[in-house]
């Protein structure tokens, strides 16, 4: 493969660039880290000492007055978002190496702009007047290869912001470029203990012994080293448009007219989706009105959003209220001029495909929930989700129906004290008074280690007994399991003991004691 021209755009210490909150913090020594250890540093914790891959202690005591933050990779890929979209503005076919370092095919824009050099200099000159992608001095190196062209970026200055390294000059440019440049460190190692220190020098070795010694991957390095990258420039794929909005020329007052206008848009919504192998399970429904955003709303699905889904949560939204006039309502004051589909989270067709004897909830079902929802709120209709606590009533979630079932307490944390298996069937809401009694009739106690003051005889879990006759024989019982919670707030701190208790009429109890009374909290059917 013949080498290709490529520019390369490169933002210097771009990480901290897009994580600094304040526009002059170029002047301050900034570091990120990851897992403790620093991920990129700013020129002026540099010039302190600090480098990549010291841990927290070592980079604070190089430089006192460094500012800590985190490496965040999602907020760096964003914010450099701008920056690509400006370069495509100019010239088609960008490839994004990592967040501040993009390459082109450098053939189209040096034909466009008149020369590779007027090239660099229009697309240096636009990054710098971008007002909102928080990039200062970008760099910008032409040479063969993307390889050779990243280094051309890196051997510029703010004073030279472009290099252009002439065609078939590349393996000179980079004969006295350090082999750490590669990106591979334990080759990199070994090359050093080696004595071959600088690309020209490993370069100079032969392929075929450096395919023999080092592999695949020592072989691609080498032939970065000699300036031969034939990897071609891969233009990204811009992602595909899902939102759908459908205008209305006449303003809608009613709902029959926006659920009308919407049939189509919900069709090409779901359809669109499809064509990219994908499904919707949560869509965000924006209203526009005559006197601007009227009411946006997410709506879940337990499985996936066809037209018909989508076109019912649009009336729903509209009536608000829940009533069955066509009027609108749910807050609107004016008519609607405009409804957007916005797919806020979609999966692959394929995760949610049904199983051979079907699955999921019922259809008919979901429908029914979903209108009750609509009418009487989001959180009126509610399903349980079993998590996390010691408490039976600890481990219930109600969740809003169509909500993701994610409960309150996490399952997999050591919960102390929780009770084993099986749950018991019925939770009183609220904790019913019992009385627990010792053989001798007297009220059985516990101590701060756990200890009984006698063995339960006779008990009454469903309140105070109005005579001895209400009291029943213990058969068995099993406990205690105690609990210390949230030790360190006055206010929620508890302290007690829960017990299973099983009468003679075999019916079997979820006891606690707290502060020397006794409750019933939930019966075992």
Same mark, same amino acid.
């Given at each position: 493969?013949?080498?290709?021209?490529?520019?390369?755009?490169w933002?210097? %210490?771009?990480?901290?660039?897009a994580?600094?909150?304040?526009?002059?913090?170029g $002047?301050?020594?900034?570091?990120?880290?990851?897992r403790?250890?620093?991920? =990129?540093?700013? =020129?002026?914790?540099?010039?302190?000492?600090?480098?990549?891959?010291?841990?927290t202690?070592?980079?604070?005591?190089?430089?006192?007055?460094?500012?800590?933050?985190?490496?965040?990779?999602?907020?760096?890929?964003?914010?450099?978002? /701008?920056?690509?979209?400006?370069?495509?503005?100019?010239?088609?076919?960008?490839?994004?190496i990592?967040?501040?370092?993009?390459?082109?095919?450098?053939?189209?824009?040096?034909?466009?702009?008149?020369?590779?050099?007027?090239?660099?200099?229009?697309?240096?000159?636009?990054?710098r007047?971008?007002?909102?992608?928080?990039?200062?001095?970008?760099r910008?190196?032409?040479?063969?290869?993307?390889?050779?062209?990243?280094?051309?970026?890196?051997?510029?200055?703010?004073?030279?912001?472009?290099?252009?390294?002439?065609?078939?000059?590349?393996?000179?440019?980079?004969?006295?470029?350090?082999?750490?440049?590669?990106?591979?460190?334990?080759?990199?190692?070994?090359?050093?203990?080696l004595?071959?220190?600088?690309?020209?020098?490993f370069?100079?070795?032969?392929?075929?012994?450096?395919l023999?010694?080092? +592999?695949?991957?020592?072989?691609?390095?080498?032939?970065?080293?000699?300036?031969?990258?034939? *990897?071609?420039?891969?233009?990204?794929?811009?992602?595909?448009?899902?939102?759908?909005?459908?205008?209305?020329d006449?303003?809608?007052?009613?709902?029959?007219?926006?659920?009308?206008?919407?049939?189509?848009?919900?069709?090409?919504?779901?359809? +669109?989706?499809?064509?990219?192998?994908?499904?919707?399970?949560?869509?965000?429904?924006?209203?526009?009105?005559?006197?601007?955003?009227?009411?946006?709303?997410?709506?879940l699905?337990?499985?996936?959003?066809?037209?018909?889904?989508?076109? $019912?949560?649009?009336?729903w939204?509209?009536?608000?209220?829940?009533?069955?006039?066509?009027?609108?309502?749910?807050?609107?004051?004016? /008519?609607? @001029?405009?409804?957007?589909?916005?797919?806020?989270e979609v999966?692959?067709? +394929?995760?949610?495909?049904?199983?051979?004897?079907?699955?999921?909830? $019922? &259809?008919?079902?979901?429908? =029914?929930?979903?209108?009750?929802?609509?009418?009487?709120g989001?959180?009126?209709?509610?399903?349980?989700?079993?998590?996390?606590?010691?408490? /039976?009533?600890?481990?219930?979630?109600?969740?809003?129906?169509?909500?993701?079932?994610?409960?309150?307490?996490?399952?997999?944390?050591?919960?102390?004290?929780?009770?084993?298996?099986?749950?018991?069937?019925?939770?009183?809401?609220?904790?019913?008074?019992?009385?627990?009694?010792t053989?001798?009739?007297?009220?059985?106690?516990? %101590?701060?280690?756990?200890?009984l003051?006698? &063995? /339960?005889?006779?008990?009454?879990?469903?309140?105070?007994?109005?005579?001895?006759?209400?009291?029943?024989?213990? &058969?068995?019982?099993?406990?205690?399991?105690p @609990?210390?919670?949230?030790?360190?707030?006055?206010?929620?701190?508890? *302290?007690?003991?829960?017990?299973?208790?099983?009468?003679? $009429?075999?019916?079997?109890?979820?006891?606690?004691?707290?502060?020397?009374?006794w409750?019933?909290?939930?019966?075992y059917?």
């Amino acid at each position: 493969m013949s080498l290709t021209r490529t520019i390369v755009v490169w933002s210097p %210490d771009w990480p901290v660039v897009a994580a600094a909150p304040d526009s002059d913090s170029g $002047d301050k020594p900034v570091a990120l880290f990851d897992r403790g250890r620093v991920f =990129a540093c700013s =020129a002026s914790a540099r010039a302190e000492g600090v480098r990549r891959g010291l841990r927290t202690r070592d980079a604070q005591s190089r430089c006192p007055g460094l500012v800590v933050l985190p490496y965040d990779p999602g907020l760096d890929a964003r914010r450099f978002e /701008p920056v690509v979209t400006a370069v495509e503005a100019l010239t088609p076919g960008v490839q994004v190496i990592r967040p501040g370092t993009c390459a082109i095919r450098a053939r189209g824009p040096g034909r466009y702009f008149g020369g590779e050099e007027r090239a660099a200099q229009a697309i240096a000159t636009r990054l710098r007047t971008l007002p909102d992608c928080r990039i200062a001095s970008p760099r910008v190196g032409i040479a063969d290869g993307p390889f050779a062209a990243e280094q051309a970026a890196r051997a510029t200055t703010q004073d030279a912001p472009f290099r252009i390294v002439a065609a078939g000059e590349s393996a000179a440019f980079l004969r006295d470029l350090s082999v750490d440049l590669l990106g591979q460190p334990e080759l990199s190692c070994l090359l050093h203990r080696l004595g071959l220190r600088t690309l020209g020098a490993f370069a100079a070795l032969s392929g075929t012994d450096v395919l023999n010694r080092f +592999g695949p991957i020592g072989a691609h390095a080498h032939r970065l080293a000699g300036g031969g990258d034939t *990897r071609p420039v891969t233009a990204r794929r811009p992602p595909p448009e899902l939102t759908c909005w459908v205008d209305f020329d006449s303003p809608a007052d009613r709902v029959d007219q926006v659920a009308f206008g919407a049939r189509r848009a919900a069709d090409t919504f779901v359809s +669109g989706l499809a064509t990219e192998g994908l499904v919707c399970t949560t869509v965000r429904i924006a209203v526009m009105t005559e006197d601007g955003p009227g009411l946006e709303r997410c709506w879940l699905h337990p499985r996936w959003f066809d037209a018909a889904d989508v076109v $019912d949560r649009v009336r729903w939204q509209l009536q608000g209220n829940g009533t069955a006039t066509d009027t609108l309502s749910g807050g609107l004051t004016s /008519p609607v @001029v405009r409804v957007g589909l916005i797919p806020d989270e979609v999966d692959p067709i +394929g995760a949610h495909a049904s199983g051979l004897w079907g699955g999921g909830p $019922d &259809e008919s079902v979901h429908r =029914a929930l979903s209108r009750v929802q609509s009418m009487l709120g989001h959180g009126a209709v509610v399903s349980p989700v079993v998590g996390g606590g010691r408490g /039976p009533a600890d481990r219930q979630t109600l969740v809003a129906w169509g909500d993701r079932p994610d409960p309150r307490w996490r399952t997999d944390a050591p919960w102390t004290g929780k009770l084993p298996a099986p749950a018991p069937t019925t939770v009183f809401p609220v904790p019913q008074p019992a009385l627990v009694l010792t053989a001798d009739r007297q009220p059985v106690g516990i %101590d701060g280690r756990g200890v009984l003051s006698g &063995e /339960p005889a006779r008990f009454c879990p469903t309140g105070r007994p109005r005579s001895g006759g209400d009291l029943q024989p213990v &058969e068995a019982w099993a406990g205690p399991w105690p @609990v210390s919670e949230r030790w360190w707030d006055d206010t929620s701190a508890r *302290r007690l003991a829960r017990f299973q208790v099983v009468g003679a $009429d075999g019916s079997a109890w979820l006891l606690m004691v707290e502060d020397g009374q006794w409750w019933t909290e939930a019966r075992y059917d």
